[in-house]
């Protein structure tokens, strides 16, 4: 490997923020002591981000520069500021950096890797892009560990919507496609379908297929918002938990090409005022280590 190069990573940064983002990022549902720790884990996954994702740097730079942010988050270097930020805050509540150094995984996988075989391949590539961070999320509230099967389906689902809804940017940008190769070759199309201004009837198909699939992933966090103790935090999930069931609806029918996707304000709204007509109806539940879900009342 070459020299380290001169700039650090802020130097690639997008000018994206909380605010670009698909889903919330720590809404005002947090609670004000957590908000600053779970902002210090946002903005290293999208400085991170922004290091994968860069149209001019070389991948020999970028993995250089993921390495820097490696090593100031195990605490092996101060080189990057905010993996040793994160670094300080994870610390001083007495919180492992292990969902940081696993995303960290997946952001390498993305300079490396541009296509995925099949489903399993991108689950497994979910398990390190997505589920730290829920699971950070999880840690920062102190809630526990049994929570994490239905946050890995959620965050899993999270993931999927947003590479159905950016396919055609994903390709035409940085020449990456999660949509699983095998998939494309049933349905009798390839990558370069993407290419279009519109969705083939088999690019089509395979979208709305793997739409229909995700939906199974959120029939499995449904659940999720409920195993939660901290209030505001609940609330914050079953939100995103409807949202995502919404969009996910709207993926299985809908060609993302050339129709619109993402929620306008006032249907959001519209999904908020669901989210708490199912939160009062519904109980809470204590996952335990067994799997086994108590219920209590709402």
Request: charged share 25%; aromatic share 6%; hydrophobic share 40%.
């Amino acid at each position: 490997m070459s020299a380290a190069p001169d700039h650090i990573s802020s130097d690639l940064a997008s000018g994206k923020g909380s605010k670009d983002e698909n889903f919330p990022v720590a809404s005002a549902l947090i609670a004000a002591r957590h908000r600053p720790a779970i902002f210090a884990f946002y903005r290293f996954a999208r400085t991170a981000d922004d290091v994968a994702d860069h149209a001019t740097a070389s991948a020999e730079e970028k993995l250089e520069l993921l390495e820097q942010m490696r090593a100031s988050l195990a605490g092996e270097s101060d080189a990057d500021a905010p993996s040793a930020s994160l670094r300080d805050v994870l610390r001083a509540r007495g919180l492992s950096p292990q969902h940081g150094l696993d995303l960290l995984t997946a952001f390498n996988r993305d300079v490396t890797q541009t296509r995925y075989a099949d489903w399993d391949e991108l689950m497994d590539y979910c398990r390190y892009s997505a589920a730290p961070v829920g699971r950070m999320v999880l840690d920062i509230h102190g809630e526990p560990g049994a929570t994490w099967p239905a946050n890995d389906a959620l965050c899993a689902a999270l993931q999927v919507i947003n590479h159905l809804q950016d396919c055609g940017e994903d390709r035409r940008d940085l020449d990456r496609v999660y949509l699983p190769l095998a998939d494309l070759a049933t349905a009798g199309t390839s990558v370069e379908a993407l290419d279009q201004p519109r969705a083939s009837p088999e690019l089509k198909s395979v979208i709305n297929a793997l739409a229909r699939r995700t939906q199974g992933l959120l029939a499995q966090s449904r659940p999720f918002a409920s195993q939660i103790s901290s209030r505001r935090l609940r609330a914050e999930v079953a939100f995103i938990q409807r949202v995502a069931e919404d969009l996910a609806a709207r993926l299985a029918v809908r060609d993302p090409l050339s129709e619109r996707v993402h929620h306008r304000k006032l249907e959001l709204a519209g999904l908020a005022g669901s989210t708490l007509f199912r939160l009062l109806g519904e109980p809470r539940r204590i996952p335990t280590p067994a799997g086994r879900i108590v219920d209590l009342a709402p």
